[in-house]
């Protein structure tokens, strides 16, 4: 079984600038999950997504916004970047319903550096 | 608040000198509590979920073990491999969601 896919795996950008993340979730998954690594702070939650639906959100500004298509893909979108916003984000899926449903698998992360 | 203390920060181990690592939690009802591996510029990668007190897994050099309070990962005869960043993380306290709330992690070094 294919895992996780995330793309791109690298993007600079400049700030002001927006961005998109793509994240493919293994396959018979549907929720995904999105976070933030930086080296401060750690791995911190952004949203996660369910049936097309954001089922839960994290502390991040509305600058951070994301969705998921029918077939479980799953953007974010980061609006207006920040220098702070520079990070690894990472997206996570797990079966989303059932037993052990809480298990998430984890992409290689896009590494995002803000300019 | 639900929280996660992960400790040490940083161990280093001759290869073959066994260790534990140790994640301390408060969460308001565990519903599970998880064992990651990172290697730098990388994804973590799945290691151990745990979901009750006395419960223990193993997996390779790993054995994870849970009580009420903590968790720990045991690591028995280390190789150079096994140097990595290992993260704990519990489910978010509020349930039925994908939130999953992360320690600092444990960096481990093993020299041959």
């Known amino acids: 079984k294919a895992g996780v896919t995330q793309t791109p795996r690298y993007l600079i950008k400049t700030r002001g600038q927006q961005v998109t993340l793509s994240c493919s979730p293994i396959?018979?998954?549907?929720?995904v999950s999105w976070y933030q690594q930086t080296p401060g702070q750690g791995l911190q939650f952004l949203f996660e997504?369910?049936?097309?639906?954001?089922?839960n959100k994290g502390n991040f500004p509305g600058r951070f916004s994301g969705r998921q298509f029918s077939n479980s893909r799953s953007e974010m979108n980061v609006s207006t970047l920040e220098l702070g916003d520079s990070a690894l984000y990472l997206c996570?899926?797990?079966?989303?319903?059932?037993?052990?449903?809480?298990?998430?698998?984890f992409g290689p992360g896009t590494r995002l550096t803000v300019t | 608040e639900d929280q996660v203390t992960q400790s040490p920060e940083a161990l280093r181990l001759q290869e073959g000198e066994s260790s534990s690592l140790n994640c301390s939690y408060t969460?308001?009802?565990?519903?599970?509590l998880f064992w990651y591996r990172q290697d730098p510029g990388k994804g973590p990668e799945f290691l151990f979920t745990?979901?009750?007190a006395g419960e223990e897994k193993e997996k390779e050099r790993l054995k994870a073990t849970l009580t009420k309070k903590e968790s720990f990962l045991h690591i028995t005869a280390p190789k150079p491999e096994d140097s990595a960043t290992y993260l704990c993380?519990?489910?978010?306290?509020?349930?039925?969601?994908?939130?999953?709330?992360f320690g600092q992690g444990t960096t481990l070094q093993v020299k041959p």
């Open positions: 996570a899926s797990s079966s989303g319903q059932g037993a052990f449903w809480y298990e998430q698998y």
């Open positions: 396959s018979g998954h549907r929720s």
């Open positions: 993380a519990v489910i978010d306290g509020s349930g039925n969601t994908g939130k999953l709330i």
């Open positions: 745990l979901y009750s």
């Open positions: 997504y369910f049936s097309e639906t954001q089922r």
């Open positions: 969460v308001s009802g565990l519903r599970g």
